[in-house]
Structure formats: structure tokens, C-alpha cells
């Protein structure tokens, strides 16, 4: 694997192999001193235009427990404010010869972009609404150890598809795992065709007592130019996930933030059945079989045009 830039590079063995890798990693994270030397000498360089917590925390995290160098670039304070392009901050950083690049930003195809501007192993950490590979890794990894197998569990993905790349790289991944995936929303935030991508599609939540698994979206208020839903009071109504609708039987997810009262009521957020924190802490140990599947190997570089800079 030279790049990571969407679940639909990795098959079910490829998937399998990070979820195993971050399970040994999960045995570092218990230990007091929380780190190993598998990437000593390797620079991993964050690189976000768009708000995050848990994303690129972890990543650093992970970077960090395998002995990484760490580069934390944030494009609020950066040159980005002073116009500088995405592929000029790219060639400029690449000056520092990171090994790998995390990247995150709010057009779809920027990270596959990326990747034929440097010799870096790029990392897509959220490319606009189209894929947010490693949360769906994560999310992959959280369930199993839950679970087992994903084999003929019904995971219900419900809320904003429309507008998520968790959504799109999470019908994916749970489904090459043998998971059978269904998403509901109301009809503005329910892509036309994606039944395409071999979920079901439900318009109510009236069946919702048929999955093991929902997965709460949030409304991506940020993504939206329009009205899509008359109002978040009404999305509620029809839609929240609360203990009205939420069985003890069924488990709860969240890629996170949530955003309490909307699309889920603050009890289910903090009852047991909710997975939201393991989530996170997935996220860490996931992230270190990523970035370790990546660098640990003998990768094979193309050469890259010199940068030419104005
Ligand atoms: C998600 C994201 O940014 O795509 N958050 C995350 O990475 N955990 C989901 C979201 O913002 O709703």
C-alpha cells in the first residue's frame, strides 16, 4: 500500500491485516511508557484546512507512539491566509521530506491530488464529502472488538449522508466486512443512486428496531448552502436517535462531534450501549497500523516534478 485514499483501495484482507496490527498496537497503548521505535527517523506531517479534534489528535498521538518526527501544520496562521495554493504549501513542505502526509481538507479528490505532488505516503484524512478512510477503520476495528465478526450484522447509518465522507467510506468498509448496511435520512439528505454502493435506503426510522448497530451522523451544518430539512426541531422529531427509538439490544456510534439534542439525545450519549469513546481511542491505535502498514515497508517512490515555485 503506497497511499491511503479511500476504503475502496483496501479489500477485505487488507482491511483485516490493519485491524490485527492496530489490535497489537492496542497492547503499547496499556503499557506506562506508551511507545515503540517502529518509526524512528520517519517524518509524518499533519496537514489540515478544516477544523478537527479527535482526527488529528490522534494522528500526532500515533505518529508519536511509533517514534515518529511530528509536523503539525494548520492552515489558519499559515501562508494559506496570505493566498499561497494548496500545491505551492504542498512543494513547500515537501521540502522537509516528510515520509508521510495526513491531510484534510474540504475539497473531495485533494488527498489523490496531493498524492502526484510529493513522494509522501498521503494519508486522506477527510477530503470534503467524498472519504474519510481511516474513520472507517476505526469504526471497523471498534466494532469487531465488540462483536467478532461484522458477518450478517444490520448496521444502520442514519442522518446527513448527503453531506458525510464518513458515510460514504463507512458503507463500504462495514459492508467488504460482511456487514449488511442500510442508511435513512429524509429524502434531501439521502443521495439519489447511492443504493448503488449496495445499501438499502429507508426515508423513517420505523424499522430501526432491525439493526444490531446505528451509526448517528451529525448534520454537517458546515457542508450545507441551502435549507435541507425545514428545521433542526423537526429533523429531531423525526429522526433523532433517543431512547425511544434506541433499543437496549442495539449499540450506539458517532464518528464525532456530536451534537446533542439533534441528531442524538444527550441519554443515549451517555449510556453504555454508546460506543463514542471507544471510537476515539480506536482511533489512536488505528492510526499507528496505518501509518506503520505505510512506512514500515519498502515503498515504492516515483519520481516527483522539482517544485517550482512562484
Ligand atoms: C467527522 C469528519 O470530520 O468528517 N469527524 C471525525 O473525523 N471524527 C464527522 C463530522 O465532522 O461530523
Known sequence: MNHLLSIEDLDRAAIERIVEQAARFAEVSDREIKKVPALRGRMVLNLFYESSTRTRSS???AAKRLSADVVNFVSSGSSVEKGESLKDTVLTLSAHKPDAIVIRTPWAGAAELVSGWTNAAIVNAGDGKHEHPTQALLDV????RRLGSLDGVSIWIVGDVAHSRVARSNILAFQRMGAKVTVAGPPTLIPRGIEALGCDVRFTLEELADADVVYALRMQHERMNEAWVPSLREYAACFQVNARRLSP?????HPGPVNRGVELSGEVVDSPQALITA???AGVVVRMAVLYELLSGSRV???VPEPQLA
Open 279 to 281: 471510537q476515539v481511542e
Open 301 to 303: 517512490f516515483r519520481p
Open 59 to 61: 494522528f500526532e498521538l
Open 249 to 253: 439490544r442495539q449499540l450506539l456510534m
Open 141 to 144: 476495528y471498534t466494532l469487531h
